[in-house]
């Protein structure tokens, strides 16, 4: 079963304005952990930002930040502002339970920033 | 300031031929992975590492081996490639088992076509 879904292949959206980019999740495991991570043209994988299943608040950094609807099982990153930079490929992904080392990856969704 | 260096960065093989991906890391970081990204798709866990002398398959570990002498590297092998070990290949590290908000860090990843 798929444990990470992201159902927008991609996205536009205008320069300095924001943007939500979906990714739900289905697990049992009452412990896990979200990340959303960023990859340019270049190809590189960029760790953005990260929420616990037990955190009580949204994680933000910077720009970026998580909207977390645990009863919804949903993981949206919301980016703030958005530059020209912001055009990337953009993952979520979850690591279940406290000894797993398997970080399960959703297909990914593409965002394009127009100026 | 090298973080996670992988070698090489892109190569070629024949149909049964073998190579070895190589991975180092300078952070001191106990735990290393092998991922695979096949194009449009996400990461998917081929082996990973929690420490020095200490391997596990992940979720695609067919056709691959790994080894994991020292905290530093952690290389993988393909022996007898196969057309569909064509992918791009990560490797990542991160610090001791658990949700660390840093996630992972990766290398600049392996371009790898077999033909």
């Known amino acids: 079963a798929q444990k990470i879904t992201q159902t927008q292949p991609g996205m536009f959206v205008q320069e300095k304005e924001a943007v939500t980019l979906d990714c739900t999740y289905d697990?049992?495991?009452?412990?896990?952990?979200l990340f959303w991570y960023k990859q340019p043209s270049s190809g590189e994988m960029i760790f953005l930002i990260y929420q616990g299943s037990y955190d009580q608040q949204n994680a933000t950094e910077g720009r970026y930040s998580l909207n977390f609807q645990k009863a919804r099982k949903s993981a949206n990153l919301v980016i703030s502002a958005s530059q020209l930079g912001d055009s990337a490929m953009y993952f979520c992904a979850m690591r279940e339970g406290w000894d797993n080392n398997d970080m399960r990856f959703g297909a990914g969704t593409r965002l394009t920033v127009k100026p | 300031n090298a973080g996670v260096t992988q070698t090489p960065k892109f190569r070629i093989l024949k149909i049964g031929q073998s190579m070895t991906l190589q991975c180092a890391q300078d952070?001191?970081?106990?735990?290393m992975y092998w991922y695979r990204q096949d194009p449009g798709m996400g990461l998917k866990l081929i082996y990973y590492s929690v420490g020095a002398g200490i391997t596990d398959k992940g979720e695609v570990p067919n056709g691959y081996n790994v080894s994991r002498s020292t905290t530093e590297d952690f290389p993988l092998r393909l022996e007898l490639a196969a057309p569909s070990q064509t992918s791009v290949y990560f490797c990542?590290?991160?610090?001791?088992?658990?949700?660390?908000?840093?996630?992972?860090?990766f290398g600049s990843g392996t371009r790898l076509t077999v033909v």
């Open positions: 990542a590290s991160s610090y001791a088992l658990g949700f660390r908000p840093y996630g992972y860090t």
């Open positions: 697990t049992s495991d009452p412990s896990y952990g």
């Open positions: 952070m001191n970081h106990n735990y």
